[in-house]
């Protein structure tokens, strides 16, 4: 079963307006990570926080996690038309080497122009 | 520094055929991972090598499917036998110590079996 589950799976918005996307897990986690993939294309990494960190901020993008429940929320503010692409959470559940990330099935982000 | 460069880019293969995907790791990484992405779907985990050994074999098919790191050269995943269910996008991360803060993904192989 898959380790990440995001919400929604799909979100429309207007340009300038803001987007959040969930994730939720089952088992302990190293870190999590979101990634972003346009259509057809590969996986972009966007920002990665660790179990003992509670929010994060990179641009546009704020992500935060939850330990204790088990989800992390990835906000863009200010969305672009270019934001549309699909999102998905990764997680890591190892501390040191060999480690390997379990990804969510994604949302699909449409922004509006 | 080319980044992970994954080739050929698109692959169609008829049912039976063999599938060979390349990967080469960005430079100064020895570690690869392989994902596949169905339709719709997340990256699967398949397989984690470091040069030359196998290191977590857990997500890849008991059949049809190897993979494999070289001393020299690039990772290859090999698909034998190929049947309509192998279509999807593989992808290969590399990093280098082996830690997933480090993944570098390229931007994936699109197998079309036909």
Not at chain 1, 56 to 75: A, E, F, I, M, Y
Not at chain 2, 51 to 67: L, V
Request: proline fraction near 4%.
């Amino acid at each position: 079963s898959q380790q990440g589950e995001e919400d929604p799976q799909a979100l429309s918005i207007q340009e300038g307006e803001n987007a959040t996307m969930n994730c939720s897990y089952k088992t302990s986690i190293n870190n999590l990570q979101w990634y972003r993939q346009n259509s057809g294309r590969g996986l972009v990494h966007l920002i990665l926080i660790r179990s003992n960190e509670r929010e994060k901020h990179s641009g546009r993008l704020r992500v935060t996690l939850d330990t204790s429940k088990k989800s992390s929320s990835l906000l863009i503010t200010a969305s672009r038309a270019a934001d549309t692409a699909s999102y998905f959470c990764a997680t890591d559940g190892f501390t040191g080497a060999n480690s390997k990330l379990t990804f969510g099935k994604g949302i699909t982000l449409s922004v509006r122009p | 520094n080319a980044g992970v460069m994954q080739n050929p880019r698109h692959l169609v293969r008829r049912r039976g055929q063999e599938a060979r995907l390349r990967c080469s790791p960005m430079k100064g990484h020895s570690h690869v991972y392989w994902y596949r992405q169905l339709p719709e779907e997340g990256l699967k985990f398949m397989v984690y090598l470091q040069k030359e050994n196998i290191i977590d074999e857990s997500g890849m098919p008991k059949e049809r499917f190897s993979a494999e790191f070289p001393k020299e050269g690039p990772s290859i995943l090999r698909i034998q036998q190929v049947v309509r269910g192998d279509s999807a996008a593989y992808f290969c991360a590399s990093s280098r110590r082996g830690l997933s803060n480090g993944y570098t993904f390229g931007s994936g192989t699109r197998l079309t079996v036909v």
